[in-house]
């Protein structure tokens, strides 16, 4: 892939799209636009333009008076999600998780010895898992065996966000030339295929969690990321051509 950052990404889409009718679409295009729209034709004229709210869904589609939601993708660290972490918290509570393991995920996050972050010595994620692997075991079998938990994950974290009321409809991993895709119904289904597999970070299902910076150097510019979470979909592309053979082959 190219160095074009995720925001010029989007825009080469949009800029790709709008404006023109189905038929003058790269076939690449096709089976995307056939799910998306079912009752389009070739002649249909495309709109498509940025969501400049920050939700799940980056563009929007329009064709014959119908929109579609896209969340566009691209790298190999995949960041799908970023907050606070005491809206984590919360999610985590209204779900069920048992305080003890709240606690554990707290240990984990700040790994400073402390559940709020102010412990002077800070470890490394590799560091922190040489003496703690078995209670990050423990707290994955926890999060993963909950299986409201792991559907209101996908939901929270990919599909919806929580910030807004509206699911996106497909997600496009690459660039405007060389892409695949997967629909919101098959994001879920190739999430919750991956809920019993062994991590030895703290993960629900196919998502990675961890600070979004554990700023080991205590750079005071990159300090208040210790108190967010971020999520990562690291294995994005796998997962989405793995879904794609399943159909082909109607696994």
Same mark, same amino acid.
């Given at each position: ?79 799908v999600h970023v907050e606070?972490?005491?809206?984590f918290i919360h999610f ?37 898992? +040489?003496?703690h692997q078995p209670e ?75 600070? +979004? ?39």
């Amino acid at each position: 892939m190219s160095e074009i950052n995720g925001y010029d990404n989007e825009y080469e889409f949009i800029k790709y799209l709008n404006g023109k009718m189905v038929k003058e679409l790269n076939p690449m295009y096709e089976d995307l636009i056939n799910y998306l729209f079912p009752k389009a034709t070739s002649n249909s004229l495309i709109k498509c333009w940025r969501n400049h709210l920050k939700q799940k869904s980056d563009i929007f589609i329009k064709i014959d008076g119908t929109i579609k939601g896209i969340s566009i993708k691209k790298g190999i660290k995949n960041s799908v999600h970023v907050e606070p972490i005491t809206e984590f918290i919360h999610f985590l509570i209204d779900n069920g998780i048992p305080q003890k393991y709240i606690e554990i995920y707290l240990k984990y996050h700040y790994a400073d010895g402390t559940t709020n972050g102010s412990g002077k010595k800070r470890l490394s994620a590799l560091e922190y898992q +040489k003496n703690h692997q078995p209670e990050i075991d423990e707290l994955n079998k926890v999060l993963n065996n909950n299986d409201t938990l792991v559907k209101n994950a996908i939901d929270r974290f990919i599909i919806r966000g929580n910030n807004s009321n509206y699911d996106i409809d497909a997600l496009i991993y690459g660039e405007v030339d060389d892409f695949v895709w997967i629909s919101k119904d098959d994001i879920r289904k190739s999430i919750l295929s991956n809920k019993n597999n062994y991590s030895s970070s703290v993960h629900i299902a196919s998502l990675t969690i961890q600070p +979004k910076n554990r700023c080991l150097n205590y750079n005071l510019k990159y300090n208040k990321d210790r108190y967010s979470i971020q999520l990562k979909w690291y294995n994005l592309f796998d997962d989405i051509i793995i879904n794609m053979y399943n159909k082909i082959n109607k696994v």
